[in-house]
């Protein structure tokens, strides 16, 4: 039987006096993709960033294994295996892909396993391995969002959450992320909770998905309940 391994309830938070978030709950079973979608400015990456107290929590609360972690500080979520590979990617543009992926398994918890992680990643993303010691800065948009996802694998997560990784990526390469995500859920058992505004691909490798509208979750369900609900087909899917 699954369990949850995040479970946010009744979530508040926003940005100086505007209240962005209202109330978001939502679950995440150990080894499932789970993905939250949405339109433009419905709260999604917001969100991320209070999950991991970059924004302050308002109110409700976050829980990991069970552990209330509402109000610990970023640092603390990020030791507890709570890591969030951000939109737009933030790499080190002056080092190496290598010393990138190095310095993210600097944290206790990723220490003894720095080059069990680093063969990981250099397998599911061959392309990073041949320019290991390439600037980071000077790769293509979509080799450095798979070393923004390798270097969330070198801090040993026990949830890996992704902002919009297939943002601005070409068509092609959006697949190729998502077939990444997808072996990550089914051949190494990750866990992932996955913010996107892809709703075409996000249905295709989650197991479970919410739609967040205005800072509420609207809607729920597995990926085919909600490709067969109405609503759903004619606001997102174009139907």
Do not use: C
């Amino acid at each position: 039987m699954a369990h949850a391994i995040l479970e946010v309830k009744d979530l508040q938070s926003g940005y100086g006096e505007t209240q962005i978030l209202f109330g978001v709950s939502f679950k995440v079973e150990k080894g499932t993709i789970t993905s939250i979608l949405g339109p433009n400015g419905a709260g999604k990456s917001t969100t991320l960033w209070t999950i991991m107290s970059v924004v302050k929590p308002w109110g409700g609360s976050v829980r990991l294994e069970g552990q209330d972690v509402t109000y610990l500080p970023t640092h603390r979520k990020v030791h507890l295996g709570m890591i969030l590979v951000p939109e737009g990617r933030r790499l080190w543009p002056e080092l190496t892909v290598e010393e990138n992926l190095r310095l993210a398994a600097l944290i206790p918890r990723a220490k003894d396993k720095v080059e069990q992680n680093l063969e990981l990643v250099y397998n599911l993303f061959p392309r990073l391995k041949e320019r290991r010691n390439q600037l980071a800065g000077t790769l293509s948009g979509g080799e450095q969002q798979m070393l923004a996802i390798a270097r969330g694998l070198m801090s040993n997560p026990e949830i890996l959450m992704l902002d919009e990784p297939s943002l601005g990526l070409a068509p092609k390469l959006v697949q190729e992320i998502a077939g990444i995500v997808k072996r990550l859920r089914d051949e190494e058992n990750k866990t992932i909770l996955l913010v996107e505004q892809n709703i075409h691909i996000s249905l295709t490798i989650s197991d479970y998905a919410y739609i967040l509208e205005n800072g509420k979750i609207a809607l729920e369900g597995t990926p085919a309940e909600l490709e067969a609900n109405p609503r759903v087909k004619q606001a997102y899917l174009g139907l």
